[in-house]
């Protein structure tokens, strides 16, 4: 069993940055691949970033160049440094873990999810 826990999140200015962090409680995060997804107001959840256990990463479209996603396996922790925020990047962001080396824009491959952190972006 897996717990994540994102912190973060918080309002700021469209232009401006967030990192957002995700601790994973296990001995064995570091096989595990990591996920972040978002979900806005009236909207599903979508693939933002991906790693993988040997550090590959992955984006989606709208974030590639201003969203970075990286891992410190000696802190249990993956990270999303998030630059030049825009008002539609606003949403609950959620980091997901799958206990498989590969990385995953599905949502569906993921085994665990932590409770989100809200990211608002005033324009």
């Known amino acids: 069993q897996v717990q994540l826990v994102e912190s973060g999140g918080g309002l700021v200015q469209a232009g401006g940055s967030l990192r957002l962090s995700c601790a994973a409680s296990?001995?064995?995060?570091?096989?595990?691949?990591m996920g972040w997804f978002r979900r806005a107001p009236g909207k599903e959840r979508d693939f933002v970033a991906a790693?993988?256990?040997?550090?590959?990463?992955a984006y989606g479209d709208s974030v590639k160049g201003r969203f970075t996603i990286s891992r410190d396996n000696a802190k249990n922790t993956v990270y999303l440094q998030m630059n030049s925020l825009k008002p539609e990047d606003a949403a609950s962001y959620y980091c997901?873990?799958?206990?498989?080396?590969?990385?995953?824009?599905?949502?569906?491959?993921?085994?665990?999810w932590g409770q989100g952190t809200q990211v608002t972006v005033s324009s």
């Open positions: 296990g001995r064995t995060f570091s096989r595990y691949s």
């Open positions: 790693i993988s256990s040997n550090g590959n990463t």
């Open positions: 997901a873990a799958q206990n498989k080396a590969y990385l995953s824009y599905s949502l569906s491959t993921y085994d665990y």
